[in-house]
């Protein structure tokens, strides 16, 4: 049986005096259970914070994004084997919010998975249709084909993805998907899956994802646990969802 898996993603919020007290309610109200992970991913200047604050409890963290490109004259980037050398296990990549404020294409974002693989981590690959794209009947060509992408760029090592489903329309509106239109998609995504050979890795979903909806989309079929933005900030919220 799939576990679940439940990723904060802190996005550009936190500080050092906050951080470390959201980490240490983490730490304390976690409990390790068999077949229930979560890990939080945090703005790089944190990520030593998060692995002294971490290392040793049931708790991982990862980094938001990390560069395509190994080393060199990338002025401003971040190389996954850097963010390797503190610990983590996960690197989301494909955010929307990287996709659409900062242009990252598929091809980027395929790169960007491989280089993370290549570090010795896991990314997390997001992928998800805007209003528009749902609205004019597109959702599973957009959501298919970015994935499409990730699965290209990896091959063999489909499997150790994990993969991420956040509508952009749900992502820090408040308005979640429904419960079976979340499933419809994922369905989707772990049949496409399951022909790469990757139909057991963990298939998350995100978007205005909090503690009293988290129950009834966790209980759908396909959907393995959660990526979670704003409820990720404060521990008892993001607890709660971990609990679903
Ligand atoms: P949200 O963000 O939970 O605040 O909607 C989810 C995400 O962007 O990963």
Redesign the pocket.
Known sequence: MRGKLVVG?W?MNGGLASNAALLQALVAGWRAEPGRAIAVCVPFPYLAQAQAALTGTAIAWGAQTASEHRSGAYTGEVAAPMVAEFGCRYAIVG???RRHIYGETSAVVAAKALAVLAAGMTPIV?VGETLAERDAGTTEDVVLQQLEAALAAVGEAAAKLVV?Y?PVW????GRTAAPGEAQAVHALLRARLARAGAAEIPLLY????KADNAGALFAMKDIDGG??????LQAGDFLAIARA
């Open positions: 993603n996005k955010h929307s919010e997001c991420a956040e749900a992502i820090g509106t995100g978007g205005s994802v990526l979670i933005g704003g409820a990720a």
